[in-house]
């Protein structure tokens, strides 16, 4: 009798059984007796349509329940830093970012039992807590490990500005890899882990913020067509934590090459380039394309709409990067 409990759950992961369906099947509020909740997270999907449509339902089921979880971590250590009053603008970036991460190891999701009972089939997805704490602790640990190393290398008092930018980039990457990882080991395995690395951020962006505030960027229109670029680079810098001073030191020009090709519409093709304390910047250039179907004034103005944020802002951190130390996105 022994053996064969112990083979059932086997033997229904292999096939469907039929007859009464399991009540754990129907009512995902109660946990399976084979599936300690100690030991797995479960959930059960149902589909009319066929097995394999009840599979996918059970897993994108336990995936949403998963995600639930992680939302509840990331917020409640949100709400914690809010009450130590420790949230810095790039700390808030991070829990967001873990609030809206996917958790990525959806393969260690499988299919323990199915069912029918005639009129619909039934699945059980379930994940093995110890096997995914272990996976995702040692990828936690080894991002928390050289997180520290480079925040350590960072904060040498002697570090030049521009040295500080690119290891405050590498450290950004690391901390937006390393936060997720962080909340979705505390959904799967019950425990948040130390957050060493990430303490250590906070610090780093703290000093990121003074050396941005020593050192304002002036913006420069270096063509008559750029003039209309100052303002929206001017709101991206500060949007990305920089400070822009009509004396500040480090000097960045606008650059713009306009084409006006005709088709149905007249269209105005700009390409923005950037250039730091007069040196050509070796990001990809930015071209938008704006098109109107009155005159070059109207397309130019299509083209300064079409300009996203979030492009702008992309093109200025690999402009920046090896000068300030701006928010990485």
């Given amino acids: 009798m022994r053996r064969i409990l112990l083979l059932a759950p086997l033997v229904a992961a292999a096939g469907c059984l039929h007859g009464p369906v399991p009540r754990h099947l129907v009512d995902d509020t109660l946990q ?9 997270l479960t959930a059960s999907g149902e589909s009319s349509e066929g097995a394999a449509q009840a599979d996918d339902a059970a897993r994108f089921a336990l995936l949403r329940k998963i ?19 420790r949230v810095s ?17 959806g393969e260690l999701i499988r299919i323990a039992e199915r069912h029918s009972d005639g009129a619909a089939h039934y699945a059980l997805a379930v994940l093995d807590r110890r096997r995914a704490t272990n996976m995702l602790s040692e990828e936690y640990m080894a991002a928390d490990a050289a997180l520290r190393r480079l925040c350590s290398s960072a904060s040498d008092e002697g570090v030049a500005v521009a040295r500080f930018a690119g290891l405050y980039g590498q450290a950004a990457a690391l901390a937006r890899r390393a936060a997720p990882l962080r909340s979705a080991l505390a959904a799967v395995d019950g425990r948040l882990p130390e957050a060493l690395g990430l303490r250590l951020f906070e610090a780093l962006d703290l000093r990121r913020r003074e050396l941005l505030a020593a050192h304002p960027v002036r913006v420069e229109a270096a063509d008559p067509e750029a003039s209309d670029l100052v303002g929206p680079v001017v709101q991206a810098i500060g949007r990305m934590g920089g400070v822009v001073s009509a004396a500040g030191p480090v000097r960045l020009d606008v650059h713009v090459r306009e084409r006006f090709p005709r088709g ?12 730091v304390d007069g040196q050509p910047a070796s990001a990809t250039p930015l071209v938008v394309t704006g098109c109107d179907l009155s005159d070059q004034r109207a397309a130019r103005a299509a083209a300064l709409k079409a300009l ?22």
């Avoid at 007796?33 to 030991?39: G, V």
């Avoid at 995600?67 to 971590?73: D, E, P, S």
């Avoid at 603008?89 to 190891?105: M, V």
């Fill in 264 to 275: 149905v519409e007249l269209c105005c093709e700009r390409t923005v380039l950037f250039s």
């Fill in 32 to 40: 399976p007796r084979d599936y300690p909740a100690d030991a797995y």
């Fill in 89 to 105: 603008h790039e700390a808030h970036q991070l829990q967001r970012l873990s609030t809206e991460s996917e958790f990525a190891h």
């Fill in 308 to 329: 996203s944020d979030g492009a702008l802002e992309s093109a200025l951190s690999e402009v920046l990067r090896t000068a300030l130390p701006l928010d990485v996105r």
């Fill in 67 to 85: 995600q639930a979880r992680i939302r509840g971590v990331a917020e409640s250590v949100e709400t914690q830093a809010v009450r130590d009053d």
